[in-house]
């Protein structure tokens, strides 16, 4: 039986490289990024937007992979965990979340790291607050949120001495 | 998935045509809500037609007469790119509200009204500024209320081949503001088990002159309760005055009991809401006087 | 003996050794691996909370382009009574291999009836729905009450407690202990409260769903990859669940993103590897998020009636206490321990306690954080604080007078070796928390709380590498940052740098057994075998330099990773370079069943603010205390401690398991099963107690599970102080708070 592959090819910035893929006009792109292109630091909790593991940057804008169609980034620049770090070297919010202890088991960690660094572009010096409300949609089951918290606010900390410097 | 086509047309005429071949066709902006109907079985579309690569469903437009926001505008973009929350702080508030982060930097407020959930942040805020919906399809362009266009649980009153464009709101009059107030078990991440949008007008004196109370997530529709803002009008918002409001949207609530709020709850919290809604829209036009 | 009793390394806070791949995105958890040609599994599930299963048809299935393979509970053996496992860890093969799938009775909704495996996940879901299972419905019990009535349906006709009359019941288990005379006790108290508290059944809540990939080669040996607390309880169960030796079962760990107890056991994995076998492919299987909370083991809830009587002078004389839990479909046999843990905090010469569980058509519950402990202690704690306010005396006064200490024995009489409660509630009663005014309208709590920790098996091999680093494998999955604990450890034996220690999960055939990371043990039995192991190096380096400069063994000492004699030295790297020329390779292996465990004890401090008119709470402030013996690494130890909490409050607040009228679950999913979110918390405090555990080489205690046990009494008292109504069933979500206040 020969049946057209009903698959669709897309263009677009991945992690700053252009990219190419092929896929279903239905497919997630948690789903492609995992599957497609390998970059499985993009975890799927839940599939339905509850959970956050799945965050991601399309045009800067912080979203849940599982809630967009890979079909949709023709053309957009995405940005997933695996691009976060720039030739090596940690974002502030990585390496403060290692100093602080930040992570048990890690799963959220991905998401956690790309929604705070989405935080930070957007507002540099959030309170204590401002920064729970803003990764109230990034679950983590393992550390209470206490350490994570703590860790973004150093790194918003840092980086605004960074700034000034 | 049952997904067969993805289509991102680039203009309204395009976009109506996609709607309108016989095709199961459902419109994408943030797909929040239609990406989960689909993986949880509740939504089959063979054709998905973005909306977002048309100019007039994502612009958002300010000026001295109204504000026009693009029925798929992202909520983030309306908060955080836009003079919106600055015309209604109360809008804002419940825009804010709705998921996450990561919600809000896809959902709009046109598709939170047209899914039509009975519990949506954005409805009674709408409804409350006097929203109008902006509408095209076959047969031209019409407007209608927000309070007219839920017409049921999930349901609105968009006919075949018919496109949510804008949701128009007339600027508010001077001592005019607004105020979105809602109760969830959590601080953020649930549904509304009540919500309540208002927006009052004052006098010099601190006399109404104005109000529009509407109640969500207590009914099979958001609800503008008339009888809540006849009992504000013409008051100092004294307490007598907030109480009438109080009981009439309370009597207005006919909710049900679910894994979310017994109806005995949600009758009660909502009128708490109404309650707390009034002050905080009063507290804002003071403060934006003095 | 603590045999070392300074520290040059333990107790630091370095990066984990593990770090860097998670925060990157590089770790690879149960569905990151991809094998090649593999192909994908689908279960079928029943969509009746209680029937008979006539037939299953899956022909159409079969006919399917790219269906590769079938199965239902017909390709897995009759489980017959065998048990796996022993002691506390065992388990009955009928009450595991129906939650992998039924054999004939569905005994809860969604419970696995058949699987199928296609060559694409679309595929595998479009043959599942072809397969035709014809059902006979029956009536359906989901509460525990109903289901000991007379008129429930029985889920087990075969089935009865020892001792109890031989006529079909729910009642799964009925254990009762009693030490001195209780009913006397008594008579003779000034003061005697009795009341009645409940928890709901809850999930463990863990982000990443259970995935697995599953690969039989052509001569019948598996090859499983899977997310789990422990590959090798996975080569166990899954080995008996398909009747495949379990020598042929190799297990892989990926990283693990959270388990709390919920992955100690199987789902898929069975599943995928029959299917696997069938097909002649590797199979991948993750499960859907709706399906983790339908499906499997869920926290058991409970009732718990407490009776304590006191003396005036606030001294504890006698207690009872009445736990009925609810097991669902099959035993997991949650009701030993409230009958022995439910009084361990406090000195009690006469007390009886009872556990009882039930059978529901709800999933078999499993392990979740000092298992049945939160449940009974709700009641107990909260009873506690209850009859402090009846004596007016101080909540942590009235638990500092009647506190367990060294030599006090437990329910099962054993005495308990040096234990820190007396001390955490000394350090709470001095704390800034406890000692700050409680602010407007909020309402302060208090409570203790206790685990036993397990010791079990664990094993460790240590390969000194050729540069002077050192290779440590274990088989303890890292779930909370472990591996920096073992480095740290071994680090402290051996005097190397911190940085040169690689610690791995080896597979299951390439390492010792080790039991599950669960029953906070890790640091301490998994700890022990790479302390032992690494001693044993420490011991053939001296030895060899020994020989080397031609002096006896027992004059070389070791310190700052080398060893010395006189003017002589030779480094752990001189001598990791020369292996060969010395000795050979150096390798060292330990294995041990610990039998140094110490139980942990914690205080918490919790104050909460109800909106009296909305009835939601939020937790204003929260203080852990709790002794660990030795905190190896104290921001992981912090860490448990925070977490705990916070699904302790979690539980207090909004999670609960609801079922329709059907059976089925109404909120299979985060948006309804509501875990706390990061606003939802304050930042949570915390103050690691070190009463070292004697038995131990470091003092170390297990930290992982006690942080779940105080919270819910703690919780419930701050909501009364505030609110003004006091509330003896959990969750105290807003409308059951508004409810009471409209009431009261």
Not at chain 2, 73 to 89: K, M, Y
Not at chain 3, 32 to 38: A, C, V
Not at chain 3, 183 to 191: G, I, K, L, P
Not at chain 3, 623 to 645: F, N, R, S
Request: hydrophobic content about 45%.
């Amino acid at each position: 039986m020969n049946k057209p592959l009903n698959k669709m090819a897309v263009q677009a910035t991945i992690n700053g490289e252009q990219t190419a893929f092929l896929c279903s006009p239905g497919q997630v792109l948690a789903e492609v990024l995992r599957d497609e292109m390998e970059l499985i630091g993009t975890k799927i909790g839940c599939n339905t937007g509850d959970c956050g593991a799945c965050s991601v940057l399309v045009n800067d804008r912080l979203v849940c992979a599982c809630l967009v169609l890979a079909a949709e980034v023709e053309g957009q620049a995405v940005q997933t965990i695996e691009g976060i770090a720039e030739g090596g070297v940690l974002h502030p919010v990585q390496q403060k979340l290692l100093e602080h202890a930040g992570l048990q088991c890690g799963i959220c960690t991905p998401g956690v790291v790309v929604a705070a660094k989405a935080l930070l572009e957007h507002n540099p010096n959030p309170t204590e607050e401002q920064a729970r409300y803003w990764l109230a949609g990034n679950l983590c089951r393992c550390t209470g949120y206490d350490k994570i918290i703590r860790a973004v606010l150093d790194a918003a900390q840092q980086m605004r001495e960074e700034a000034a410097a | 998935m049952s997904i067969q086509e993805f289509v991102a047309p680039h203009s309204l005429s395009e976009a109506k045509g996609l709607l309108s071949d016989g095709a199961i066709a459902s419109v994408l902006a943030g797909g929040t809500d239609l990406l989960v109907g689909v993986r949880l079985g509740t939504r089959s579309p063979e054709r998905v037609v973005d909306l977002k690569q048309i100019p007039e469903l994502t612009a958002i437009h300010v000026d001295s007469e109204s504000v026009q926001i693009g029925a798929a505008a992202s909520a983030f973009s309306i908060l955080h790119n836009s003079d919106v929350p600055s015309c209604f702080p109360g809008l804002a508030e419940a825009l804010d509200l709705i998921g996450s982060t990561q919600i809000q930097g896809r959902c709009s407020a046109g598709g939170n009204l047209c899914n039509a959930s009975p519990a949506a942040d954005s409805i009674p805020a709408l409804i409350a500024n006097g929203a109008q919906c902006l509408i095209t399809g076959p047969a031209g362009d019409h407007q209608m209320s927000v309070e007219d266009f839920v017409v049921g649980p999930s349901k609105n009153a968009l006919k075949e081949g018919e496109l949510l464009v804008a949701l128009i709101l007339p600027r508010p009059s001077p001592q005019t503001a607004d105020a979105y107030l809602r109760l969830t078990p959590r601080t953020e991440m649930d549904i509304a088990v009540a919500g309540v949008g208002v927006s009052l007008t004052l006098d010099g004196n601190g006399t109404c002159t104005a109000a529009r109370v509407s109640i969500g997530a207590v009914a099979p529709t958001a609800l503008l309760v008339e009888a809540a803002g006849a009992a504000l009008v013409g008051t100092q918002l004294e307490a007598t005055a907030i109480e009438a409001a109080v009981a009439a949207s309370r009597e207005a609530a006919c909710p049900i009991s679910d894994k979310r709020g017994t109806a005995e709850y949600r009758t009660h919290v909502v009128g708490v809401l109404v309650a707390r809604a009034v002050a905080q829209a009063q507290a804002r036009i003071v403060e934006a006087s003095s | 003996m603590n045999a070392y009793q300074e520290f040059s390394i333990i107790g630091s806070r370095p990066v984990r050794p593990d770090g860097l791949d998670k925060v990157t995105g590089r770790a690879r958890y149960g569905a990151d691996l991809n094998m090649q040609g593999q192909i994908y599994g689908h279960i079928v599930r029943s969509p009746h909370a209680h029937a008979v299963i006539q037939s299953i048809d899956c022909s159409q299935a079969l006919a399917m382009e790219g269906v590769l393979a079938v199965m239902t509970g017909e390709d897995l053996p009759v489980p017959g009574d065998s048990v796996l496992g022993s002691g506390e860890g065992a388990i009955a093969l009928k009450d595991l291999s129906p939650m992998v799938m039924s054999q004939g009775k569905v005994l809860f909704h969604a419970q696995a009836v058949a699987a199928v495996a296609a060559t694409s996940p679309e595929l595998a879901a479009q043959a599942a729905a072809l397969i035709e299972v014809s059902y006979q419905v029956l009536p359906a019990v989901t509460d525990m009450h109903e289901a000991l009535s007379a008129e429930a349906p029985i889920l087990h006709e075969d089935r009865f407690p020892d001792g109890f009359p031989e006529e079909p019941t729910n009642l799964a288990a009925h254990i009762s202990l009693e030490v001195g005379e209780p009913d006397a006790a008594f008579e003779r108290a000034d003061v005697v409260i009795e009341q009645t508290y409940s928890v709901p059944m809850c999930h463990q809540g863990y982000i990443e769903p259970h995935a697995c990939v599953a690969r039989v080669d052509a001569a019948g040996r598996v090859d499983l990859w899977c997310s789990t607390q422990g590959h090798f309880t996975v080569a166990q169960y899954t080995a008996a669940l398909t009747g495949i030796d379990v020598g042929k079962v190799k297990v892989t760990a990926s990283e693990i993103g959270g388990g709390f107890g919920g992955k100690t056991t199987v789902y898929l994995e069975p599943v995928a590897v029959v299917l696997a076998q069938k097909a002649g492919r590797p199979v991948k299987m993750v499960m859907d998020r709706g399906d983790v909370f339908r499906v499997t083991g869920p926290a058991p809830g409970a009732q718990t009636r407490v009776k304590l009587g006191a003396m005036r002078d606030g001294q504890l004389v006698a207690a009872e206490v009445e736990c009925v839990m609810d097991t669902g479909a099959y035993n997991g046999n949650p009701a030993g321990i409230p009958a022995f843990m439910a009084t361990a905090c406090y000195k009690l010469t006469n007390a009886r306690s009872t556990g009882r569980a039930v059978y529901t058509n709800k999933p078999k519950i499993h392990a979740y954080r000092a298992p049945s402990v939160p449940q009974v202690t709700l009641g107990v704690e909260l009873a506690m604080t209850e009859l402090a306010a009846e004596l007016e005396m101080d909540p942590l006064a009235f638990r500092l007078k009647n506190a367990v200490e060294e030599g006090d024995a437990n329910m099962m009489g054993a005495p308990y070796n040096r234990i820190g409660l007396r001390e955490c509630l000394e350090v709470a009663s001095a704390h800034a928390h406890y000692k700050a005014p409680v602010a407007e309208g909020e309402g302060r709590g208090v409570a203790a709380g206790y685990w036993i920790n397990a010791g079990l098996q664990s094993s460790a091999t240590l390969n000194v590498l050729s540069d002077g680093h050192l290779s440590i494998l274990t088989g303890s999955p890292d779930i909370g940052g472990s591996r920096a604990s073992m480095a740290l450890m071994a680090a402290e034996v051996l005097g190397i740098p911190f940085e040169h220690i690689h610690p791995q999960i080896a597979a299951t055939d390439a390492v010792g057994h080790c039991d599950v990371t669960g029953g906070s043990r890790t640091t301490l039995a998994t700890g022990q075998a790479v302390i032992q192991a690494a001693e044993q190096c420490v011991a053939e380096m001296c030895r060899r330099a020994a020989a080397e400069w031609e002096v006896e063994t027992g004059v070389v000492t070791w310190s700052q990773g080398a060893a010395h004699y006189g003017e002589h030295s030779l480094t752990f790297e001189a001598l990791a370079r020369r292996a060969g020329t010395m000795g050979g390779p150096l390798t060292f292996s330990s294995s041990l069943t610990a039998s140094s465990a110490a139980p942990s004890f914690g205080v918490h401090i919790c104050d909460a603010k109800v909106d009296k008119e909305t009835g939601r709470t939020t937790i204003t402030r929260y203080t852990v205390i709790q002794d660990a013996g030795k905190a190896i690494h104290p921001a992981y130890v912090e860490g448990q401690m925070q977490g705990g909490a916070a699904q302790g409050i979690g539980w207090a607040l909004n999670e609960e398991y609801l079922y329709d009228e059907n059976g089925a679950l109404e909120n299979p999913g985060f948006l309804d099963y509501r875990i706390p979110v990061a606003s939802d918390l304050p930042f949570i405090d915390t103050v690691i107690v070190e009463v070292p555990n004697p038995l131990h080489p470091f003092g170390v205690k297990g930290v992982g599970e006690v942080p779940i046990v105080p919270p819910m009494p703690a919780v419930a008292e701050a909501v009364y102080r505030s609110a003004g109504v006091r509330l003896r069933d959990m969750p105290l979500n807003p409308p059951t708070i508004v409810a009471a206040l409209q009431e009261g």
